[in-house]
């Protein structure tokens, strides 16, 4: 005969098993929603033909997750021949030559927020140009895109018969943009206006820490007052700076601990020292 008590046992047995059941949850919801802040992304075309582009993360103690935009977005993908990313604010835009040509997610989680299979060309790069609005390079020319509500706006004007617009910089006053065929677009980012034109056949370029503008040529360094626009022109000594065949983003790059600059020329790492104007043609 049940004297209640079997009755509360039972009662009490069911909450226990369902607090056990919420709590693995939350720690399965926890462990799906990795923050990948301490690391390093590795943007990979993968293999053309076979697979869409992929996003690889090294952790901080050295071991790697693979693939993880796939991971964390469950039938979702970057697209063909991915080829640029970069992290603005609280997004990560990750530029692909063709397909999903731009995916938009977020930076921390890899959640995707948006994709885009038409962008006017084919995917080259992107650039943050304030929190509300960003610039995407195509193959053929310079668009606008708005961050806030993730939709793409139309191609800057002047930009459309220059070429491709790969490598871009926003400094404080102006971003800067290269083309294939109309040199270094230097627009104003408060009227999205082309204000001047450097010319020159150049394949990247950045900002040191000095707050100079360089832009790359195959054989020279032409340094850029960031407010002037005022240039001048640095041989390198022997080396040279690799123009790809194909567009991709390339080794020109500038250093954020100090005033230098690096660039892969065939097997050796070279390293510009701008403070002193030195070369290390084989730095590594």
Same mark, same amino acid.
């Given at each position: 005969?049940?004297?209640?008590?079997?009755?509360?046992?039972?009662?009490?047995?069911?909450?226990?098993?369902?607090?056990?059941?919420?709590?693995?949850?939350?720690?399965?919801?926890?462990?799906?929603?990795?923050?990948?802040?301490?690391?390093?992304?590795?943007?990979?075309?993968?293999?053309?033909?076979?697979?869409?582009?992929?996003?690889?993360?090294?952790?901080?103690?050295?071991?790697?997750?693979?693939?993880?935009?796939?991971?964390?977005?469950?039938?979702?993908?970057?697209?063909?021949?991915?080829?640029?990313? =970069? #992290?603005? +604010?609280?997004?990560?835009?990750? &530029?692909?030559?063709?397909?999903?040509?731009?995916?938009? @997610?977020? %930076? $921390?989680?890899?959640?995707?927020?948006?994709?885009?299979?038409?962008?006017?060309?084919?995917?080259?790069?992107?650039?943050?140009?304030?929190?509300?609005?960003?610039?995407?390079?195509?193959?053929?020319?310079?668009?606008?895109?708005?961050?806030?509500?993730?939709?793409?706006?139309?191609?800057?004007?002047?930009?459309?018969?220059?070429?491709?617009?790969?490598?871009?910089?926003?400094?404080?006053?102006?971003?800067?943009?290269?083309?294939?065929?109309?040199?270094?677009?230097?627009?104003?980012?408060?009227?999205?206006?082309?204000?001047? =034109? #450097?010319? +020159?056949?150049?394949?990247?370029? &950045?900002?040191?820490?000095?707050?100079?503008?360089?832009? @790359?040529? %195959? $054989?020279?360094?032409?340094?850029?007052?960031?407010?002037?626009?005022?240039?001048?022109?640095?041989?390198?000594?022997?080396?040279?700076?690799?123009?790809?065949?194909?567009?991709?983003?390339?080794?020109?790059?500038?250093?954020?601990?100090?005033?230098?600059?690096?660039?892969?020329?065939?097997?050796?790492?070279?390293?510009?020292?701008?403070?002193?104007?030195?070369?290390?043609?084989?730095?590594?």
């Amino acid at each position: 005969m049940d004297d209640g008590f079997g009755f509360l046992k039972k009662q009490y047995m069911k909450k226990f098993l369902l607090s056990i059941f919420t709590i693995a949850a939350i720690q399965t919801s926890f462990a799906q929603t990795k923050e990948y802040t301490n690391g390093v992304f590795i943007v990979n075309e993968d293999w053309f033909g076979k697979a869409n582009g992929a996003i690889n993360f090294i952790n901080a103690n050295d071991s790697v997750d693979y693939n993880v935009y796939k991971t964390v977005n469950p039938g979702e993908k970057l697209g063909v021949t991915s080829q640029y990313g =970069t #992290i603005y +604010g609280d997004n990560f835009f990750i &530029v692909s030559k063709q397909e999903n040509r731009l995916v938009v @997610a977020d %930076s $921390k989680t890899l959640q995707k927020k948006a994709s885009f299979e038409t962008i006017g060309g084919d995917g080259r790069s992107f650039v943050g140009v304030d929190a509300k609005t960003g610039y995407v390079g195509t193959s053929s020319g310079l668009y606008l895109f708005d961050i806030e509500n993730m939709k793409l706006g139309s191609i800057i004007d002047g930009t459309s018969k220059v070429g491709q617009v790969g490598n871009m910089i926003r400094t404080s006053k102006f971003v800067f943009a290269v083309s294939s065929t109309g040199g270094i677009l230097v627009t104003d980012p408060k009227t999205h206006q082309i204000k001047q =034109t #450097i010319a +020159g056949s150049f394949i990247s370029v &950045v900002q040191s820490k000095d707050g100079n503008v360089w832009g @790359a040529l %195959s $054989k020279k360094l032409v340094k850029i007052n960031p407010t002037t626009l005022e240039t001048s022109e640095i041989a390198i000594p022997t080396k040279t700076v690799p123009a790809p065949f194909a567009w991709n983003a390339g080794t020109f790059c500038s250093s954020t601990q100090d005033n230098t600059i690096y660039f892969l020329s065939g097997i050796n790492v070279v390293k510009y020292d701008v403070t002193n104007n030195k070369f290390e043609e084989s730095f590594i």
